[in-house]
């Protein structure tokens, strides 16, 4: 019998042949289901999935870290006229809880390495101020565990908590646990109670620490040492609580020396015990990343792909060395545009409190890039089940505040984009699109590859009980207009409910508070519903489009 995979791409390769496409791509690219096209209108085949399920709405989740304004004038500034009674602020509640933010990873990052939480929680004229050194800046310990989960209560957001495997014992992580998740009756459970908080919070997912091969990290280890660590703290906190979903720390990036052999040394140590690995990635348009060509840097989310494909590789392989049935999942709970505020003083508290760290500030072509991570995550949501976009207020963040209100920066949009219109299962697409070349030379080896990059990244997803679909798509063609042509199988589009696209002449211009909307989405003109629908893509751009459907 024939696969109906291998049927539908039959069918599609034959399609391709109809048209007169060339079928020139040979790279891992056609892995994804890309092709190359010959010169003209990229074509999109849009199909309903053979199987599967609905994709985990966690893979669009955010991080908040403390550090530098993330927290402390971020989301907590008692004091100030934008503030509730409990001095979370109301401007920035309102942002997070419209844009519908899933998950929460928090309090790092690498503070989480050397982070007590017993400081943060009780009554705050008793919380201590500590010099907090890993961004060098002082910690009043005035936001902490209880504070995060109002605030995520708040905005409708899920918390994802991480434990300090840095200077953090094992019992002081399980103690965590049973802080936050057990009824009554314990040490540790009595002890949140008697801090105002009668009921559990039931936090389901956690991060067995952060970053653990980084030399920056407080406590960094070696593979097998954290690995073990790693495994006999997820073995107490099932018996507090058997309805964890663990994460260990993988490899904190693709230039990592130990790259995909620390996280196939930590998972032979603890594979049993966890439920899935984190990747991290920060890109930027550098020298050293893509000799400042922002045609390479539009491709950077296939390099997110290619991680994606190879962390999963190794979890596959050990899942075949420990002959285990179960599969691990993936967490991107680290991923963003991250280049300008990277040294000297951005990352250097200087023992302030609450000082100005990592305060990127985004353009359009950042939040094209953006976009294109969404479409990464988005067509890998089967393999990668948890992402974070790192991070969410001030701390290379798509939203910022002064003392009067927030700001959105330009990558807010694609991320919002997906937040508000993708849903439901994530359909099987093949692209056939013209493609550009990128070049390797002189470049970090982790980004150095020559390859062939399509103009057009497409996403799409079907969301079969509200009757809608959401598209997303990209056009890396920094010069003209790209036509996409959607060809729906199994599916028919009967209206158009909305289309906006993000783009602008000038790739490097900004938002401020005095020209807030400089990088903002505009209505796009959409081709008439229906079973092929041809658009119009914008030179630099990223386009949604929500659609009603019939099946
Ligand atoms: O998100 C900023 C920092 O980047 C985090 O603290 C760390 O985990 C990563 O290196």
Known sequence: ???ETSLNRRRFLASL???????????????????QAARGPARALIQQPRLGADFDRRVLGSFLEHLGRAIYTGVYQPGSSLADAKGFRTDVVREVKEIGVPIVRYPGGNFVSGYNWLDGVGPKPQRPTVLERAWNSMETNQFGTNEFIDWCRMVGSEPLLGMNFGTGSA???????????????????DLRRAHGYEKPHNVRYWCLGNEMDGPWQIGQMQAREYGRKARDAARQMRVIDGN???IACGSSGTNMPQYLIWDREVLEECYDQVDGISLHAYYGNTQALTRNSSA??????????????????????????????????????EWNVWYRARTGDAVNGRRQFAPKLLEEVYNLEDALLVGGFVNTLLRNAERVRVACLAQLVNVIAPLVTNDTGVLRQSTLFPYAWALRYARGRVLDLRVESDMYPITGA????DFARNDQVPFVDVVATLDSQNG????????RDLDGERELALEWRDITPTRVLACET??????????TFEQPRRVAPQRLDSPAAGARMTFKLPARSYTVAQLAITT
């Open 442 to 445: 002189g470049l970090q080896a």
């Open 296 to 333: 390479r840097y539009l491709a950077m989310n296939l390099d997110m792909d290619r991680q994606i494909r190879e962390i999963a590789a190794v979890c596959d392989y050990v899942q075949g060395l420990r002959r285990s049935n179960k599969r691990l999942w993936l967490s991107f709970d």
């Open 17 to 35: 042949g109809a048209t007169g496409a060339a079928l020139a791509t040979s790279s891992w690219l056609e892995a994804i289901g890309y092709a």
């Open 171 to 189: 019992e002081m992580a399980v103690a965590y646990v049973e802080y936050c998740n057990y009824e009554r009756g314990t040490k540790w459970s």
């Open 502 to 511: 993000l783009t602008g002449p000038d790739l490097k211009a900004f938002n």
């Open 244 to 246: 964890l979903q663990l």
């Open 1 to 3: 019998m024939v696969p």
């Open 468 to 475: 809608q679909a959401c598209v997303l798509m990209l056009n």
